[in-house]
């Protein structure tokens, strides 16, 4: 697994490129200082993970993130950080950050490295601790607005609830192919990218 490290305290990032070079699996292919260092690593490198901070100077991960998942929307950026801020984490999840994890949570880094790499999304455990209180929009939001039918709307609240395709076509008895083709709609008319992206929206606005 080749990977990029960025963070603008030199200690982390060379804590954390000694930690990770031990594992045979894993090869560190740079080390970045700031967003723009990572827009210009990825560019250059394309790694399989990019491991960034978020508070940086010049440039913070959250921008850097953007910018990157623009030219590169299939990109796995994993975001570690000390700050657990409510507003950061429903950021970096809309974005298309595939996972985000507090430094303190050390040992989580390797496994979760490994998840981002194989597809999956990742959140240390104080982040899950705080998804519920992201549940604290208005109801009734227009859907309609956005062209989501009902039959769409369903599948939204599936996903919402962490059911699989294979689950929802179950739940609803249709196929595969047609629960993969509504959620391409869906993300389609609501300008997301992904299935972590569906479930974080659904619950801006519930």
């Known amino acids: 697994?080749?990977?990029i490290i960025v963070d603008d305290d030199r200690l982390v990032s060379g804590a954390l490129k000694t930690i990770?070079?031990?594992h045979e699996e894993i090869t560190?292919?740079?080390v970045g200082e700031d967003g723009r260092d990572a827009i210009e690593l990825y560019n250059r490198y394309q790694p399989d993970v990019l491991l960034m901070d978020i508070r940086m100077k010049e440039m913070d991960?959250?921008?850097a993130a953007s910018n990157i998942l623009k030219d590169f929307p299939d990109a796995r950026i994993l975001l570690l950080t000390t700050f657990s801020d409510?507003?950061?984490i429903v950021k970096a999840l809309r974005l298309g950050a595939k996972g985000y994890l507090l430094k303190q949570d050390y040992d989580s880094i390797l496994p979760a490295l490994q998840a981002v790499n194989s597809g999956q999304t990742v959140f240390g455990r104080e982040i899950i601790s705080k998804?519920?209180?992201l549940i604290q929009q208005s109801e009734g939001y227009d859907y309609a607005a956005h062209d989501i039918?009902?039959?769409?709307?369903?599948i939204i609240r599936l996903i919402a609830d962490g059911l699989s395709n294979r689950e929802i076509a179950s739940e609803l008895f249709l196929s595969d192919g047609t629960v993969?083709?509504?959620?391409?709609?869906i993300l389609d008319k609501l300008n997301l990218r992904d299935r972590t992206q569906v479930a974080v929206f659904y619950y801006q606005h519930r």
Not at 180 to 185: A, P, Q, T
């Open 86 to 88: 409510d507003a950061y």
């Open 20 to 22: 990770l070079d031990i």
């Open 131 to 133: 998804i519920p209180k």
């Open 61 to 63: 991960g959250l921008e």
């Open 28 to 30: 560190v292919l740079a």
């Open 1 to 3: 697994m080749n990977i």
């Open 149 to 154: 039918n009902p039959r769409e709307l369903e």
């Open 180 to 185: 993969r083709n509504y959620l391409s709609s």
